[in-house]
């Protein structure tokens, strides 16, 4: 009986990460209107977030009600607003500064609510990815995104400095593997660009959960 009502919680949460889902896939078709077809795509989300919720529930814990802990719903609502820059930056090649804005809000909210990360921490991992990627924006043209940028900065400030070196790590492999499998098969050339946005939300969501380990193994 005990293991019926456990299942059935899970699938409850399953539930409710899949609604808040198909929610920002309907942010997403705003941003995006008439430029990508993502209402074939709500399924495939709503999945993404119902599985999203049960994870953020296992690394994070859970609080009331069954419900996640308030690490695990920064969590949860980071990997939403990930989702939404990915897909909306890969068919606009734009992050809008309100996404930016949401991101920080979570950081400043964690500053109390997620203190594994004190100020200091933070405010270097603000900098540590954020600001080599803007000296280099000046020195090479196009080099990096203004949204990029602002992006790494305030996940940077909510994960910490460990974290977002793991992230800017993962997010430039993905998106140079991405660059030479479609360099190979001559769908790029060289003076071709692409969304990095994604392939950053993608280390970023990978760096949330295991980014603080990634760094420490890596540095010992």
Same mark, same amino acid.
């Given at each position: 009986m005990i293991k019926i009502l456990s299942m059935s919680l899970w699938l409850i949460r399953f539930a409710i990460g899949a609604c808040v889902f198909h929610f920002f896939y309907v942010i997403i078709c705003r941003f995006t /209107? $008439?430029?990508a077809r993502i209402p074939d795509r709500y399924f495939r989300g709503e999945m993404a977030g119902g599985l999203f919720f049960i994870c953020c529930g296992a690394r994070f814990g859970c609080g009331r009600w069954g419900l996640l802990s308030v690490h695990g719903m920064? /969590?949860? =609502?980071?990997?939403?607003? =990930?989702?939404?820059? #990915?897909f909306i930056d890969w068919n606009t090649r734009i992050i809008f500064d309100c996404f930016h804005i949401f991101i920080a809000l979570l950081g400043i909210a964690a500053v109390w609510l997620w203190p594994e990360h004190n100020l200091m921490d933070r405010l270097i991992g603000a900098a540590a990815v954020a600001g080599?990627? =803007?000296l280099l924006a000046f020195v090479v043209? $196009? #080099?990096f995104g203004g949204g990029d940028i602002k992006l790494m900065a305030v996940s940077g400030f909510l994960l910490g400095w460990r974290a977002v070196l793991s992230a800017i790590l993962l997010g430039v492999f993905a998106g140079g593997a991405y660059c030479i499998c479609m360099l190979a098969a001559k769908k790029l050339s060289r003076k071709d660009s692409f969304a =990095? $946005?994604?392939f950053l939300a993608f280390g970023l969501g990978i760096a949330l959960f295991w980014g603080d380990r990634i760094a420490e193994l890596y540095l010992i």
């Open positions: /209107a $008439g430029r920064i /969590a949860f =609502l980071y990997l939403g607003i =990930l989702t939404v820059i #990915a080599p990627m =803007l043209e $196009g #080099a =990095l $946005g994604p």
